[in-house]
Each structure stands twice: as C-alpha cells, then as structure tokens.
C-alpha cells in the first residue's frame, strides 16, 4: 500500500519502529516482548504494506509454540529488565523463555484475513499451509485442557489471558484467588505509564499468586485448570476462538485439509450453541459465567459484546448494536458500560476504549448485517486517532490518550479500519 492518508503514514512509521524484524513490540518500554494477540493483529496492519512480514510475525509466535500446543502469552526473545514479570518469575523452562499462560486465539482470524486479502496468492498458500496444523493443534490444546466436562467452550485461568486484565469480569472471581506467600516484588509498568490508569497493587498480587501456583505444579498445562481457583467462561475470548475456529475450518478445506476442517467446524458449532446459555436479556449482552460456582457474573463489560466476533444469531448481534448505541459514549466502545457504578472511564479495562476490541466488533456486527452500528464504530475509532494519536487506549468520554504510546496494534488497527472505510 502507499501510504497516502496521513493517518496510514504515521501507522506504518510505529509499526515499522516497534518492528524488532521478525516480531514486534507492543510498544518501547512498557512492552519490550512479542506478545500472543497483539502480534497476530499487528500481522493484519503490516500486510498494508508489507505482506510478506505479516506472514513472518505470525509464524514467529508459533515457533515458540508447546509441544502440549499452547502458544504462550509472552515471548521473551531478548532480555530486558524493563518489564515485570519477566522470565525468572515464569520460570517455564522453554528454550527461548516464555509465559506459561496463553491469549485470546486470534490467529485463525488472522490467517484467514491475510490469506482472503493477499495479493501474492503462491506465497499465501505455503504460508498458511505450513501454519495450519499448529493452529488447529493450539485450539484442539484449547477444548482438551480448557474444557474438561466437554461444555463447548473453554475457560481462562488468570485474568491475563483474556487480555482484559483488570475488567469488573474478574472481580467477584478474584476473591478467591489467595495472595499469603507471593515473593517480594516490584513492578514496572507503573514506572512507564500512570499508576492510576493500570490495575491495582491487590490485583497485583492475585496475579503473581496464580503465577506463582501454576510454577509450583511445573507448568503442567494439563492439571492448570482443575488446580486455578480462577476459572471463568468469557464470551469474548470464546467468540475470538470460535470465530477462528470457523476461519480455520474454511481455510483447511480450501487447502484440502478435511479432517482439520471438520474437527473445528465442530468446535465452532458445539461453542456457539454453548455461548447461548451466557445471553442475558436485562443487558441485552452475553455475560461471563464462573465455572466454579456456574453462576453468570453480573457485569456487562466488552467482552459481551465482543460476542458478535462469531456467529451468534442475528437477533443477537442486533441486540448487541443496541446496546452499544444506548451506553451513550462519545467514543465508541467502551471496555465496561458507562451506567453502572464500577465503570472507571481511566483505569485499563474497566471502562476505556480500545481500537483491537473495536475492530473484532465492527467486524462481527457488519457480518451480521448490522452495518450502520459497524460503520459507526469504525468513524468513531478514526474520530479518537485524529484527536487523540496512536495510544493503547482512550477515555470514552473525554477521548483522553491513556497508557503507552505509538502504540503497534493501535496503529495496526488504523490500517486496517481505513480500509474498511474505502470498501
Ligand atoms: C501486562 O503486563 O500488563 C500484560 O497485560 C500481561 O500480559
């Protein structure tokens, strides 16, 4: 692509300057790593003008990939004390260090985007070939350790790898999670971005203890979920990785793949007939349910309606659009709805809005015919950029830049809703 909008232009100067050649950093400072999701949505800015890299920074992540098939939240390629917590603390024994926890599973979605869109065809077929089995090997890890009663859809373990770190989701949950015996510690984002507008110290601490406790049992990823007292069933992460599924089931038959496509078609459909039972007519959203108690936890954050990434019924989706239209925000969406007490407009996910979840909605909701709740989505997320730069996330209310800056996948983003606006 030429990058003629000024917009796209200073997109892919951060892109090409968090760029570290075959993966890319979140961001300097706060982020000196390659981590799991951002880099598959980096993957979808970088194909704009160079699709080849796109390719690489995917394949990069899964060549850090288990031999279980979990592919770790964090890949830390190059030492750097700037981050906390780094390497030692995981302790996972991997020969490139990484985190021992995963992320939302984007990169189904991803491959089939780049593959869809890509104009050098040969080349997009061997990529996507040789990544296939991996992916497909990553989400069957997903229902076989994550869902162990065969429910159709998975749960996290540590609020981390939903990437909502510290959403309202998590609160009533987190309770239980213990902090007596944690090492002694000192954090680090907090030296790069404003501690107000990053979790708290006791969120901290519950973070670091099921750190601490899944490196006791030896990073086993098989024994992690019955031992966390932290299991939740978001409807976010399970419609990313349903949606991926579906996108894997498609690209595997077009590549003559017929027993990957069948195996996720199969997740695809047994998880959405699940994700029904999350749906929550007083908020017209899906809700999290927490599988130690099965009770739905009362919270409409973004994760709900980041539901409408997979298939979920149209009536659904236009519920959701709904929804998102009466929170009544300047900018769309926020991460947690504005009416109720706990929203914080500043502090991470507990009412900002971020560009990637956005996308994922815009995205869902124009697939489903909802196209002018899509369009206003997209316009809003420009309206935030020109205002407000390229940060990793925004003030609903006021569109204030919070957190780190020129930030990767926020720039990815830009790339791929300017094109969204030209088709
Ligand atoms: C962090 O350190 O803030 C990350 O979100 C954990 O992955």
Known sequence: MTAQDPLAKIAEDILRENDRGSYTVPTKGLYPFQWNWD?????????????????????TLFAH???????????????????????EVWSTGRPVPTSGITQPAVAGFALRRLFDR???????????????????????????????????????????????????DWDVSFERVPTEGIAPYTRRDTQHANPEHRPTKAQYDRYLWLVEHFRSLGWDTAKLHDAS?????????????????????????????????????????????????????????????????GALIDSASVGGLLAAFAAIPPARAQAIAASIEAHG????????????????AKRYWRGPVWLVVNYMIADGLARAGQTAAAAAITR????????????????????????????????????????????
């Open 39 to 59: 880099s598959c949505l980096t993957a979808l800015g970088q194909r704009h003008y160079d699709e080849a890299r796109a390719w690489t920074e995917i394949e």
């Open 65 to 87: 990939q288990w031999p279980c098939g979990m592919v770790p939240h964090i890949i830390f390629h190059l030492y750097d004390d700037g981050y906390f917590p780094g390497p």
């Open 118 to 168: 890509a104009s050098n065809r040969a080349e997009a077929e061997a990529r996507v070939r040789a990544l296939l089995p991996k992916v497909a090997a990553w989400h069957r890890w997903f229902f076989a350790t994550r869902d162990p009663k065969g429910e159709g859809l998975v749960a996290i373990i540590h609020p981390w790898e939903s990437g909502r770190d510290n959403s309202i």
């Open 229 to 293: 007292p932290f299991q939740v069933v978001d409807p976010g992460f399970n419609a990313i990785l349903l949606r991926a599924c579906a996108d894997l089931a498609d690209l595997a038959e077009a590549l003559g793949e017929p027993a990957l496509a069948a195996e996720n078609r199969a997740f695809a459909a047994r998880g959405l007939a699940a994700l029904e039972r999350l749906w929550s007519v007083e908020h017209g959203q899906y809700l999290c349910g927490d599988r130690t108690t």
């Open 329 to 344: 925000a300047r900018f769309r969406v926020p991460s947690h709805a504005p009416a109720d007490p706990r929203f914080d």
């Open 380 to 423: 809003s997320s420009l309206d935030l950029i020109h205002e407000s730069g390229f940060a990793e996330y925004y003030d609903p209310t006021t569109g204030e830049p919070l957190g780190g800056g020129r930030f990767t996948w926020t720039a990815a983003m830009v790339l791929e809703f300017l094109a969204m606006e030209r088709a």
